[in-house]
Structure formats: structure tokens, C-alpha cells
């Protein structure tokens, strides 16, 4: 690839973005790798990927979730979890089965409150490399209070010891993605996406090639959007702020979280980023914008909810208490009206993850690795897990 959002190659490699960079522009091609490996297997040992997958597994799924008397979790750390924010509600209902979001640093701090014994469940386990002292430790406290529990991993690393817990396990499915999407760099950027439309295709009851013609008109969408943007978001991330503000309602509030995360981890917390709701904002939270405060709204595909979104862009236009107010709306640039909220977020999210790349570069930082001096690590790093007698 020698040219990514606006720069070349040999540019973001002096910049120290190469791999964001990178791993930001090959997002719609590592998709279509997703919707190959789930739809045909043989394509998936020729792209080198381990599906994992079969009819009789996602059979399993759907049967668990069909089950009015189960529930679900979606569980992840940090972006991971946004995952589960972003597709839990949609699921939850589509189904008979109680389905929501738990973070494994909420799940292992405190099982009591999510974890029933005498309930069927399933958990859906979303990790880049796997290798979270959280990841494993929240299956294995699980395995311990809910026998007979289901598990899902989504994950990026074959290495990974999340990638092995399953091998030889018949309460465990292994989804292993594309190598590509082990992402290099400090961020998460195509593990994010990648991951929130495996589970989509995976979890969601329509066929898989409904999914994977969604994947491709969302690939298309952000091919388009990446070619025909790039010097426009590389301006709007250049723009000397010190806050950002990220808005999305209902799933897009799990979106609006994991953008302010990345200006978060890429500037190593110099612009200070806050996400909410476009309703929820006014409740306080509109207090900290300033001339230096970029506020950007992600569109609902829902008309209802847009109604609530158009009348406070207008109100933050009117009052120009913002330096500056920006908006993504997937129905005017093209979007199919098919595509749920969740599944959009897989395109609206590449507009966040170059801001916060080029807000890096602004500030003098090398985004590969935002945090030289090891404060902040890829993995993290640190956890002690204590056991948890009872529930």
C-alpha cells in the first residue's frame, strides 16, 4: 500500500504511523476476507484463515439464544468492549434470550451481579491478542459458576491464549480473524471492526450471506469514503483542539465511547475526548465545550432518533460555543438503508481512528506507539486475579 489517508507510505513510516496508518486503509479488505472465510471455507484455508465456524456451531449459537430462559453476555476490555455496547441491543432484540454487554473488568470484579448458575449462557469473548490477564481469567470464573456455560471467542491472535483455552473443548468455538487483523500498532483499529461484524454475521439469525453482502456494501461505502475524504478529515484532525466530543445514540453510543478512547490513547491523553448521547449531552455535559472543543455527532439510520440528533447540531451551531461542530450521516453519503446502526459503526469509526492518527501526529507523537515510556501498554499489563469463592 503506498498511499494511506493522504500521506504515502514512506511519509507515516517518518511519522511513525506506518502501522495505523496501514492497518486504518485496509479495513474494507480485511472485511471481505470475513464475509469469505464464514461463507466458504476452502476460501478461508486459501486466505490462510481458521474459520473455525461450521453449520453445527452457529446451529449451537442460535439454539442458546433462542432459549427465553438464557442469557448472554458480550464481553471484552477497553475497545473490546465497546464490541458488546455496539451489538448487544440489536441482538437482545432479536432474540428470546436476554443478551447484553458486561466488560471482563466489571465481570471479574464482580461476578455475583451478572453470573446465575442455573441459567443457560453463553459468553462471547472479543480480544485482539488474546492474551489480557482479564480474557482468560473471566472464562475461567465462568467455567467455575456456570457449568454448562457456552463460549464464543472472537479473536485476532492464533498465539493467543484466549485462541488455545478452546482446543479440544466442546463447550468452547473458536473464531479465529484474518492474520491482518492482529493489528501492529498501539491501537485498535481492524481488530475492532472486524471483530463487531464476525459477531454481527455470527449472532445475528440471518443467513450468512445476507451478512456477507452487508459486509460488502459496508466495504464499498468505506473504500469510497476513505478516497474521497482523506484530505478532509487529515484537516479536521490537524485542527489545534484540546477536546473532542463524540456523540451516537444507542448502539452508537458504544461507537461514541471507543472514538474518544482512541484520541485518548493517541495523543496519550494530551486532547481530552468524552463521549455521550446526542440527548444526554445537554444534562451537564455540554458545560465543558470551548473554542479548542471539536464536536463530532455520528446519525442514527433511525428517523425518529434523528429528529433529537438534527435539533442539537442545531442548537451547538447556534450558540457557537464549540470551535468546532461536524456531523457523519451514513443516509446522506450514501449509506444502504439496510444496514442497522451497529453494523454502520463498522464505517463511521474509520472517520474517529484517522482524527485521532493525525491529532497524533500534530501533537509531535509517534502514533505506532503512543507511550514510549511504557506507562500505557499494548497489552495490558499489571492485573493481579484474585480468586472469587462464591457467588
Not at 484474518?178 to 472486524?194: E, H, K, L
Not at 459477531?199 to 473504500?223: M, T
Amino acid at each position: 500500500m503506498t498511499q494511506a489517508l493522504d500521506l504515502a507510505s514512506p511519509q507515516w513510516e517518518a511519522l511513525g504511523g506506518q502501522h495505523t496508518a496501514r492497518e486504518i486503509a485496509q479495513q474494507p479488505a480485511v472485511w471481505r476476507q470475513l464475509a469469505a472465510a464464514l461463507l466458504n471455507e476452502e476460501k478461508s484455508e486459501a486466505a490462510g484463515i481458521s474459520a473455525g465456524i461450521s453449520a453445527s456451531d452457529r446451529a449451537r449459537l442460535h439454539a442458546l439464544l433462542a432459549d427465553p430462559s438464557a442469557q448472554a453476555i458480550l464481553t471484552g476490555a477497553g475497545t473490546s468492549s465497546f464490541i458488546g455496547e455496539l451489538a448487544a441491543d440489536g441482538l437482545n432484540g432479536a432474540w428470546p434470550a436476554q443478551v447484553r454487554a458486561v466488560a471482563t473488568t466489571s465481570l471479574l470484579s464482580h461476578p455475583a451481579l451478572y453470573l446465575a448458575a442455573d441459567k443457560p449462557l453463553l459468553l462471547v469473548s472479543f480480544a485482539r491478542s488474546g492474551n489480557s490477564p482479564e480474557s482468560q481469567a473471566v472464562v475461567d470464573v465462568v467455567r467455575a459458576k456456570a457449568p454448562g456455560a457456552l463460549f464464543l471467542h472472537i479473536t485476532c491472535n492464533a498465539e493467543g491464549a484466549l485462541a488455545r483455552d478452546g482446543d479440544g473443548r466442546s463447550d468452547t468455538i473458536t473464531l479465529l480473524l484474518p492474520p491482518a487483523t492482529c493489528d501492529r500498532s498501539f491501537a485498535m483499529t481492524s481488530s475492532f471492526t472486524t471483530m463487531l461484524l464476525a459477531a454481527l454475521s455470527l449472532l445475528e439469525p440471518a443467513p450468512l450471506a445476507q451478512a456477507a453482502r452487508r459486509i460488502e456494501s459496508l466495504a464499498v461505502l468505506a473504500d469510497r469514503w476513505l478516497d474521497t475524504f482523506a484530505a478532509e478529515w487529515r484537516e479536521l484532525g490537524s485542527l489545534p483542539l484540546s477536546r473532542i466530543v463524540y456523540l451516537g445514540g444507542a448502539a452508537l453510543e458504544g461507537l461514541a465511547q471507543e472514538a474518544a478512547l482512541k484520541v485518548l490513547e493517541l495523543t496519550a491523553g494530551q486532547v481530552l475526548a468524552m463521549p455521550n448521547t446526542p440527548l444526554g449531552f445537554r444534562h451537564g455535559p455540554k458545560s465543558m465545550l470551548n473554542r479548542d472543543t471539536l464536536v463530532v455527532l455520528f446519525h442514527s439510520q433511525d428517523a425518529h432518533a434523528r429528529l433529537y440528533e438534527h435539533d442539537l447540531l442545531a442548537e451547538l451551531r447556534r450558540d457557537q460555543v464549540a470551535g468546532h461542530v461536524a456531523a457523519l450521516d451514513g443516509s446522506a453519503l450514501g449509506a444502504p438503508e439496510d444496514l442497522s446502526d451497529a453494523w454502520l459503526a463498522a464505517a463511521y469509526v474509520l472517520l474517529a481512528q484517522t482524527l485521532a492518527l493525525h491529532q497524533s501526529v500534530r501533537l509531535g507523537l509517534t502514533p505506532d506507539n503512543p507511550f514510549p515510556d511504557g506507562t500505557v501498554n499494548r497489552v495490558v499489563q499489571g492485573v493481579t486475579v484474585y480468586a472469587h469463592e462464591a457467588i
